[in-house]
């Protein structure tokens, strides 16, 4: 008979595996790019494919010919980045300002670090963060929904959350509300916005296909939108001609999407349930700070990547429930 | 209401309990035996008997050597052929007495009959003594010696006894073929085992999967109000002693601690159903049940095995060896130990063994850590797998002591569940090891 293969236990895997869960959430991301292609058309498909080839691409070469390690692009990472970096762009965005969001978000957000499991930022994030710098006035202006053949040509306008900052002090809330869409309009995504945050619903859809799967657990996304739901609801109760209501806050800008998929990536967030509660109530609360008393009109990419930057620490200092501390007698 | 369960982490892989339902047979006896001295925890017992000596089947031939030790009994009658060192289930040569096999004539006074005997008038010291003088430990798989444990140490109080008929391991079902057949007697032995330590109260914990035990260990134990069965969530690893009496009492036996700072002891049903022998019957432990499987194996079974029969020997009882066999477990495939060769004995604790085809046999290639925080979730104990994994790999052994390593039960769940397969447990293990020199290092100066 052959040899016999001797090793340690466990001699039994789950079926888990990288490539699986990076499909799981890409899967959960198809509604929320199903209506992007409804509302904006043809040159969503663009931004998300020059998004996702440019990532690879640039994960293989990066790999391949300055780390000189294993190549790492069919892990699904890269593809998710892509994703993830187009959901967060105006659709009208040129391909050569997507590419080098993309070599960003790969080169100096994941593989400086050392590639897949090192990097302390969120990659996506940090390549839209550059762009959002960089290009701020390519940045800044959305196509308006159902101009479904135009591209760079679209005719554009401000986001509801441009228009709340802009108007915000100068004139009543009630009064900025009436130029916006209605509520149900920004709850199925038919409003000005980046690719993939527009529409509420199939955010909401991937979430609870997300929790279904086990991918993700429900403490990161459901306490970063408690936390915006409680402290922008007290500023509203306080002076709701001053102040937006919560469910305004929920439904614009990129707060579900950056809640959902941005905040729960599992390399930058926190090890532990109490590490990942903590993160995501200060994620929450540097959210409203910029987006009510701040300069920018959104402040969710900012708010994830500082959280970010306190992981390590959180990680340290945050420790799970030890089993046997404390004796009991019952 | 749900049913009980332990508090933190846990997993539940595939059951595969092949063998189920399959009755507990004997498997016959082999020509050779090699019965090791070290079957147990604590130090190797002495050796009483020489090259050339007839030896009986129930006949000591070694002493216990301490308190923490235990005698141990011919299993056959025959020839002693040699007294040395054969290789054992870890692949290290270790002492051992090896017997040619020529009948099976029982030193006299032990009963061989099948009738239950219900009633006994023993005392608490004297059942402590039969415990001792029969070999009995646990056959859980952690071999502590019985005698030991019944022994309530000073300022302590034993309030329950724990029977633990869990059996969380896939494939093994050698407790479950017990259960079923020699539920009468395992009453017997929760009894004797109640009054050797001195407690009123018994709890036997089942897992749900095995429906028909709990029944009849219910209908068993139904005159006896001081015996309960309670059926449990099934959830790996809750045949861990730490896990069951949480799952079962709610009391958290302390960091470094044993179950009896909370109150406890817990006995498996092998080692009661042995003790109801030793005490009932006068029969020395020499014998166990041991589960034959794979999915492969031609005849999956539950053999009552006789202590130092070859490993090779029961496979060919169950079907032989299939030809795609890559892998042999001696034991079940969360804890059990990969064998490097198939004529080594089986011993008290083992408790299956388990053949792995080709495709089951290998570990996948590993990968980053992506920090997915599962490890973390999975661990009975609170530990951050994937954090002493990064301290071990940088020798950081002394930092491992705060993060509690030495509470690891090495279960294997995280590796179980870490989709970049990484040898996480290996890595603890490593730690543990090198910690452990620190510790005692420490307490020598």
Same mark, same amino acid.
């Given at each position: 008979?052959?040899?016999?293969?001797?090793?340690?236990?466990?001699?039994?895997?789950?079926?888990?595996?990288?490539?699986?869960?990076?499909?799981?959430?890409?899967?959960?991301?198809?509604?929320?790019?199903?209506?992007?292609?409804?509302?904006?058309?043809?040159?969503?498909?663009?931004?998300?494919?020059?998004?996702?080839?440019?990532?690879?691409?640039?994960?293989?070469?990066?790999?391949? $010919?300055?780390?000189?390690?294993?190549?790492?692009?069919?892990?699904?990472?890269?593809?998710?980045?892509?994703?993830?970096?187009?959901?967060?762009?105006?659709?009208?965005?040129?391909?050569?300002?997507?590419?080098?969001?993309?070599?960003?978000?790969?080169?100096?957000?994941?593989?400086?670090?050392?590639?897949?499991?090192?990097?302390?930022?969120?990659?996506?994030?940090?390549?839209?963060?550059?762009?959002?710098?960089?290009?701020?006035?390519?940045?800044?202006?959305?196509?308006?929904?159902?101009?479904?053949?135009?591209?760079?040509?679209?005719?554009?306008?401000?986001?509801?959350?441009?228009?709340?900052?802009?108007?915000?002090?100068?004139?009543?809330?009630?009064?900025?509300?009436?130029?916006?869409?209605? $509520?149900?309009?920004?709850?199925?995504?038919?409003?000005?916005?980046?690719?993939?945050?527009?529409?509420?619903?199939?955010?909401?859809?991937?979430?609870?296909?997300?929790?279904?799967?086990?991918?993700?657990?429900?403490?990161?996304?459901?306490?970063?939108?408690?936390?915006?739901?409680?402290?922008?609801?007290?500023?509203?109760?306080?002076?709701?001609?001053?102040?937006?209501?919560?469910?305004?806050?929920?439904?614009?800008?990129?707060?579900?999407?950056?809640?959902? $998929?941005?905040?729960?990536?599992?390399?930058?967030?926190?090890?532990?349930?109490?590490?990942?509660?903590?993160?995501?109530?200060?994620?929450?609360?540097?959210?409203?700070?910029?987006?009510?008393?701040?300069? $920018?009109?959104?402040?969710?990419?900012?708010?994830?990547?500082?959280?970010?930057?306190?992981?390590?620490?959180?990680?340290?200092?945050?420790?799970?429930?030890?089993?046997?501390?404390?004796?009991?007698?019952? | 209401?749900?049913?009980?369960?332990?508090?933190?982490?846990?997993?539940?892989?595939?059951?595969?309990?092949?063998?189920?339902?399959?009755?507990?047979?004997?498997?016959?006896?082999?020509?050779?035996?090699?019965?090791?001295?070290?079957?147990?925890?604590? =130090?190797?017992?002495?050796?009483?008997?020489?090259?050339?000596?007839?030896?009986?089947?129930?006949?000591?031939?070694?002493?216990?050597?301490?308190?923490?030790?235990?005698?141990?009994?011919?299993?056959?009658?025959?020839?002693?052929?040699?007294?040395?060192?054969?290789?054992?289930?870890?692949?290290?040569?270790?002492?051992?007495?090896?017997?040619?096999?020529?009948?099976?004539?029982?030193?006299?006074?032990?009963?061989?009959?099948?009738?239950?005997?219900?009633?006994?008038?023993?005392?608490?010291?004297?059942?402590?003594?039969?415990?001792?003088?029969?070999?009995?430990?646990?056959?859980?798989?952690?071999?502590?010696?019985?005698?030991?444990?019944?022994?309530?140490?000073?300022?302590?109080?034993?309030?329950?006894?724990?029977?633990?008929?869990?059996?969380?391991?896939?494939?093994?079902?050698?407790?479950?073929?017990?259960?079923?057949?020699?539920?009468?007697?395992?009453?017997?032995?929760?009894?004797?085992?109640?009054?050797?330590?001195?407690?009123?109260?018994?709890?036997?914990?089942?897992?749900?999967? *095995?429906?028909?035990?709990?029944?009849?260990?219910?209908?068993?134990?139904?005159?006896?109000?001081?015996?309960?069965?309670?059926?449990?969530?099934?959830?790996?690893?809750?045949?861990?002693?730490?896990?069951?009496?949480?799952?079962?009492?709610?009391?958290?036996?302390?960091?470094?601690?044993?179950?009896?700072?909370?109150?406890?002891?817990?006995?498996?049903?092998?080692?009661?159903?042995?003790?109801?022998? =030793?005490?009932?019957?006068?029969?020395?432990?020499?014998?166990?049940?041991?589960?034959?499987?794979?999915?492969?194996?031609?005849?999956?079974?539950?053999?009552?095995?006789?202590?130092?029969?070859?490993?090779?020997?029961?496979?060919?009882?169950?079907?032989?060896?299939?030809?795609?066999?890559?892998?042999?477990?001696?034991?079940?495939?969360?804890?059990? *130990?990969?064998?490097?060769?198939?004529?080594?004995?089986?011993?008290?604790?083992?408790?299956?063994?388990?053949?792995?085809?080709?495709?089951?046999?290998?570990?996948?290639?590993?990968?980053?850590?992506?920090?997915?925080?599962?490890?973390?979730?999975?661990?009975?104990?609170?530990?951050?797998?994937?954090?002493?994994?990064?301290? =071990?790999?940088?020798?950081?052994?002394?930092?491992?002591?705060?993060?509690?390593?030495?509470?690891?039960?090495?279960?294997?769940?995280?590796?179980?569940?870490?989709?970049?397969?990484?040898?996480?447990?290996?890595?603890?293990?490593?730690?543990?090891?090198?910690?452990?020199?620190?510790?005692?290092?420490?307490?020598?100066?």
């Amino acid at each position: 008979m052959n040899k016999l293969v001797v090793s340690p236990s466990p001699h039994a895997r789950s079926a888990e595996s990288v490539p699986k869960l990076m499909y799981g959430v890409m899967i959960s991301l198809i509604p929320a790019l199903g209506v992007s292609i409804y509302f904006f058309g043809i040159s969503v498909l663009i931004i998300t494919a020059v998004s996702v080839l440019s990532c690879v691409l640039f994960e293989f070469l990066i790999q391949k $010919y300055m780390l000189k390690g294993k190549p790492s692009h069919k892990d699904g990472s890269a593809i998710l980045t892509g994703m993830l970096l187009a959901f967060t762009l105006p659709a009208n965005l040129p391909v050569w300002i997507v590419i080098i969001g993309a070599l960003v978000a790969i080169g100096v957000g994941k593989m400086t670090f050392g590639g897949l499991g090192n990097n302390i930022f969120n990659p996506a994030l940090v390549g839209r963060v550059f762009l959002f710098i960089s290009f701020p006035v390519a940045m800044t202006s959305w196509p308006e929904p159902l101009q479904r053949l135009k591209y760079i040509n679209a005719e554009t306008g401000a986001t509801p959350l441009a228009v709340m900052k802009e108007g915000m002090g100068k004139q009543p809330v009630s009064e900025i509300m009436n130029e916006l869409p209605g $509520y149900l309009d920004m709850f199925i995504g038919k409003m000005m916005g980046s690719v993939g945050e527009v529409a509420a619903i199939a955010l909401l859809i991937g979430l609870i296909y997300l929790l279904w799967k086990k991918i993700i657990t429900w403490h990161i996304p459901v306490t970063i939108l408690a936390t915006v739901v409680v402290f922008t609801g007290i500023l509203w109760l306080i002076d709701p001609e001053s102040y937006a209501d919560p469910l305004f806050h929920l439904l614009t800008g990129g707060l579900l999407l950056g809640a959902i $998929y941005m905040a729960t990536d599992y390399v930058t967030s926190p090890m532990t349930k109490k590490g990942m509660i903590i993160y995501a109530i200060f994620i929450g609360i540097i959210t409203v700070l910029i987006r009510v008393f701040g300069a $920018y009109p959104e402040g969710v990419q900012f708010a994830i990547l500082i959280m970010n930057a306190f992981v390590p620490l959180l990680n340290k200092y945050i420790k799970p429930k030890r089993f046997g501390k404390e004796v009991k007698h019952g | 209401m749900g049913l009980l369960t332990f508090s933190l982490g846990g997993i539940h892989p595939p059951e595969n309990k092949i063998s189920a339902g399959k009755k507990i047979e004997s498997p016959g006896l082999p020509e050779i035996v090699t019965i090791p001295l070290a079957q147990h925890l604590g =130090a190797p017992s002495k050796v009483v008997v020489a090259r050339g000596d007839t030896v009986k089947t129930g006949q000591i031939i070694a002493e216990a050597n301490g308190f923490v030790s235990t005698n141990i009994h011919s299993s056959v009658t025959g020839k002693v052929l040699k007294v040395d060192l054969f290789p054992d289930s870890s692949g290290y040569r270790r002492q051992a007495v090896q017997i040619q096999v020529e009948e099976d004539d029982w030193v006299e006074g032990i009963d061989l009959s099948d009738t239950l005997v219900k009633d006994f008038d023993k005392s608490q010291d004297e059942i402590r003594k039969i415990i001792l003088n029969s070999g009995i430990v646990g056959l859980g798989g952690a071999t502590f010696p019985s005698h030991v444990k019944l022994m309530t140490p000073k300022g302590k109080t034993a309030e329950y006894l724990i029977i633990n008929g869990v059996e969380c391991e896939p494939y093994l079902t050698a407790d479950h073929a017990l259960m079923l057949e020699k539920h009468d007697e395992l009453i017997v032995g929760v009894r004797i085992l109640m009054k050797g330590l001195g407690v009123e109260k018994a709890i036997i914990g089942i897992e749900n999967n *095995k429906p028909d035990a709990i029944k009849i260990m219910e209908k068993a134990s139904a005159e006896f109000d001081s015996i309960v069965v309670k059926p449990l969530k099934v959830q790996y690893p809750q045949g861990g002693e730490k896990q069951l009496v949480q799952a079962l009492l709610k009391r958290e036996v302390p960091s470094g601690g044993l179950p009896i700072d909370v109150g406890v002891v817990a006995f498996n049903v092998g080692t009661v159903y042995a003790s109801y022998l =030793a005490v009932q019957k006068n029969r020395p432990l020499l014998e166990r049940v041991v589960t034959v499987t794979g999915k492969s194996v031609k005849k999956p079974s539950n053999f009552l095995t006789r202590v130092g029969t070859p490993v090779s020997y029961l496979i060919e009882k169950a079907g032989g060896l299939p030809e795609d066999t890559a892998k042999v477990i001696n034991g079940g495939p969360m804890m059990g *130990k990969a064998l490097s060769r198939l004529d080594v004995p089986i011993v008290k604790g083992s408790s299956g063994i388990l053949l792995l085809m080709e495709e089951e046999a290998y570990r996948k290639e590993t990968q980053s850590c992506i920090r997915c925080t599962k490890c973390v979730t999975v661990c009975p104990m609170g530990l951050e797998p994937y954090l002493l994994m990064t301290q =071990a790999e940088k020798a950081m052994y002394e930092e491992m002591e705060g993060e509690k390593v030495m509470d690891c039960i090495e279960c294997g769940s995280c590796v179980y569940t870490c989709p970049s397969s990484r040898p996480l447990l290996d890595y603890i293990r490593l730690g543990k090891g090198e910690l452990g020199k620190i510790l005692r290092a420490r307490k020598a100066v």
